[in-house]
C-alpha cells in the first residue's frame, strides 16, 4: 500500500460499495453474467478486485526526472491523489527517482488473468477490434503526472460500449470487459514506455492503482450490468 485513505478514495469506495448491493442481488437471481463466468462468481471477482485494490506488487525499477515543481505542487496532490508525494520526496535527496514500477493486485493482475481467460474460452474478434481503439483511445488521453503515475481518465472505459454493442450486440458484455480492461492496461504500458523520463517523474508508478483502478473497475461494472440486457 503506497499511500493513505484520501477524502476522495473513500467516496470511491462507498459509491462502488453501494453499486455492489443491487449486483449481490442480480447476480444471486442469475441475471448477471460475464461469458462463462456465471453470476456468483462475477459477483466475488467484482468484490475481490475492489477488495484487492490497495495491494501493490512490485514489478521493476527505471530512472525517473524529480522535477523542481514537485516540491512546490506537493500538497495539493497528496490532497487529490491520498499519496505521501512530500515524503516520497524527501526519501532520496538526488535529483532523479529510482521509480519503482508495481502491479495492482485488484487493478492488473486479477483483471488480466480474467481477460485471458474470456479470451481463450470465448475468443471474439470484435473484442480485439474494439480493443485497438482503447489502446489508441487510453494512450492519447493517459498522462503521466509527476509525483504521482500514470493517470487515467476514471470513465474512458465507456468508450467501448457503443462500439461493442454495434459490432457484437450478442457478446457486447465480454467485449466491453475484454477491450476496456486490455486497452486500459496496454495504453498504461505504452504511456509508461513512452512518456519522457528527463522531464517526469515518481517514487512510484502503479499499474491499474493509483491514477488506473477507477477506470478498470467502471469498465468492470459497466459490462457487468450491460449482461443484464442481453
Not at 524529480?66 to 490532497?79: G, I, S
Not at 500514470?150 to 459490432?167: R, W
Request: charged share 15%.
Amino acid at each position: 500500500m503506497r499511500g493513505y485513505l484520501s477524502k476522495s478514495d473513500i467516496r470511491m469506495y462507498a459509491i462502488f460499495g453501494l453499486l455492489l448491493l443491487p449486483i449481490a442481488s442480480l447476480c444471486y437471481h442469475g441475471n448477471l453474467s460475464l461469458g462463462t463466468i456465471s453470476s456468483l462468481p462475477l459477483f466475488f471477482l467484482l468484490l475481490i478486485m475492489l477488495a484487492a485494490s490497495r495491494i501493490e506488487i512490485p514489478f521493476t525499477k527505471i530512472r525517473t526526472k524529480k522535477p523542481e515543481h514537485l516540491t512546490r505542487d506537493a500538497l495539493a496532490l497528496e490532497d487529490i491523489y491520498g499519496i505521501p508525494v512530500l515524503n516520497e520526496l524527501t526519501v532520496e535527496k538526488r535529483q532523479a527517482f529510482d521509480t519503482i514500477i508495481t502491479l495492482n493486485l485488484g487493478g492488473f493482475i486479477i483483471p488480466a488473468l480474467t481477460l485471458l481467460y474470456l479470451l481463450i474460452t470465448q475468443p471474439d474478434t470484435s473484442a480485439l477490434e474494439v480493443m485497438l481503439i482503447m489502446i489508441v483511445a487510453v494512450s492519447l488521453l493517459a498522462e503521466m503526472v509527476s509525483g504521482i503515475g500514470i493517470v487515467v481518465p476514471d470513465y474512458i472505459g465507456l468508450i467501448s460500449i457503443p462500439f461493442a454493442l454495434m459490432l457484437a450486440p450478442q457478446n457486447a458484455a465480454i467485449v466491453i470487459f475484454v477491450s476496456s480492461v486490455g486497452g486500459i492496461l496496454i495504453g498504461s504500458c505504452t504511456t509508461l514506455i513512452t512518456f519522457d523520463r528527463e522531464k517526469k517523474g515518481s517514487a512510484y508508478i502503479n499499474l491499474g492503482g493509483i491514477g488506473g483502478f477507477k477506470a478498470i473497475y467502471v469498465s468492470a461494472l459497466a459490462a457487468s450490468l450491460i449482461s443484464y440486457f442481453i
